[in-house]
């Protein structure tokens, strides 16, 4: 049986959890998004209404959490936007469609909270099928200009980036400073940390471009 709700207080260790079992290794020899996630929730640009965990047969089995961050044009007028990350399934149940569900509902509820659009960062095979496109195709760039290959944007309103060059300014809560980050993996039950072919995928892809 499957329930998308909430989290609830109870829930959060158990979340960072998931969330150090699903990334560990992922991008770089352990993870931070556990940490991220432990911090998070206290950053005045999360969004407690869209936190959600998904529940198996009464276990909680994944999670996505979204903050505020927003787009401004070249004449400096803001919209504010969201972005969510991570998003994290336990390793034994990923492939099997959760992850989709769990965003699909995010969508829905995020919508009806009047939010238009989402941009986030993630590998495209993982997010097209649920409506991301590349950011150069709505003119969303970074300030520097340039159009990540890994940056995604996603319309809940049907032409709401109306073609203008928009800049995509992600929320503080973001940054991670990497010495805690390390500090409190540390706090933890060990997990070896290691090399992985995904790693070099992540690599070359957060290094590269669209012209």
């Known amino acids: ?10 829930d959060c260790k158990d979340v960072e959890e998931i969330t150090r079992k699903a990334f560990y290794n992922m991008y770089v020899p352990g993870c931070v998004e556990h940490y991220l996630v432990h911090i998070m929730r206290s950053h005045e640009d999360f969004i407690p209404e869209l936190d959600f965990v998904i529940e198996l047969d009464g276990q909680v089995i994944g999670n ?8 401004v044009d070249k004449a400096g007028e803001e919209k504010e936007i ?3 990350g991570p998003v994290s399934i336990l390793p034994e149940y990923q492939r099997k469609g959760y992850g989709k569900m769990l965003m699909e509902h995010s969508f ?7 939010y238009e659009a989402i941009v986030i960062f993630g590998s495209p095979a993982n997010y097209v099928s649920s ?7 709505y003119n969303v760039c970074l300030e520097n200009k340039k159009y990540p290959s890994a940056m995604l944007v996603k319309e809940l309103k049907e032409k709401a980036l109306d073609g203008r060059r928009w800049f995509y300014y992600s929320s503080p ?19 070896e940390k290691e090399w992985r072919p995904s790693q070099e995928e992540f690599y070359i892809m ?5 012209e």
Do not use: P, W
Not at 206 to 210: F, G
């Open 1 to 10: 049986m499957l329930h998308i709700r909430n989290e609830k207080d109870t």
């Open 108 to 114: 829905k509820k995020a919508s009806e909270m009047g």
């Open 64 to 71: 996505i959490m979204y903050t505020k961050s927003k787009l």
């Open 131 to 137: 409506g991301f496109q590349c950011c150069k195709k």
């Open 206 to 210: 957060s290094h590269s471009y669209v």
């Open 82 to 84: 969201l972005t969510f």
């Open 173 to 191: 809560a973001m940054e991670i400073d990497e010495q805690d980050a390390e500090n409190y993996d540390d706090s933890l039950e060990k997990m």
